[in-house]
Structure formats: structure tokens, C-alpha cells
């Protein structure tokens, strides 16, 4: 069946950085875009960063460009996203998201992000 499993999340300092990891299965990774969403508390869920299936386009919201880099590697069917720079507007819990259309969209169960001193 489809997976899509995140990891990485934790708790981190203001300034610091993670490592978000999401592993897909049961579909042909190579074949969706991938991206990555997130959550804050009380608010709607955003778009943070969006790969293309072959990995040759990227797009980031305003808010983490210059901060964030989303990447994928097909062979591991895993995309990834790094955050730098963290600050606690970015606590949210993390979703990772694979689309190739409208019926065909899968997410991820998420991971949380703490931005705290």
C-alpha cells in the first residue's frame, strides 16, 4: 500500500537547523511531484516547498526562501527538506505531499518542528 512516512522533526533552538526526511513506498516515486506542507496550531495548512518528479524545478514559499532547500533522491524514493536559519514561526507539524493529479495525491501522517529556546 502507499506510504509516506516523515522523520526529523524535533525540538531546535532559534537560529538552528533539521533535516526533514520522508521515505515514500507503494507508488512510482519517480513519477510525482513532491512537496512539503505545514501546520502551525489554529491556523491552515501551507505549502512550503514543491519539487518537480525529476528533481529540475523547485518552488519555496516567500516566508522560508533562502532558508530552506527541498531535494529528492529518486533511487531512495525519500525527499527531503533542509531547514536553516529556524525561527518559532516555523513550529508547525510537517507533511510531505505526493501528486501526479488530482486523483492520484498522497500525504504523509507529518512530523512536528519546535522552534524554542
Known amino acids: 500500500q502507499v506510504q509516506l512516512v516523515e522523520s526529523g522533526g524535533g525540538l531546535v533552538q532559534p537560529g538552528g537547523s533539521l533535516r526533514l526526511s520522508c521515505a515514500a513506498s507503494?507508488?512510482?516515486?519517480?513519477?510525482?511531484?513532491m512537496s512539503w506542507y505545514r501546520q502551525a496550531p489554529g491556523k491552515g495548512r501551507e505549502l512550503v516547498a514543491v519539487i518537480t518528479s525529476a528533481g529540475g524545478i523547485t518552488n519555496y514559499a516567500d516566508s522560508v526562501k533562502g532558508r530552506f532547500t527541498i531535494s529528492r533522491d529518486n533511487a531512495k524514493n525519500t525527499v527531503y527538506l533542509q531547514m536553516n536559519s529556524l525561527k518559532p514561526d516555523d513550529t508547525a507539524v510537517y507533511y510531505c505531499?505526493?501528486?501526479?493529479?488530482?486523483?492520484?495525491?498522497?500525504w504523509g501522517q507529518g512530523t512536528q518542528v519546535t522552534v524554542s529556546s
Open positions: 507503494g507508488f512510482t516515486f519517480s513519477a510525482y511531484a
Open positions: 505531499k505526493a501528486a501526479r493529479s488530482v486523483a492520484s495525491t498522497f
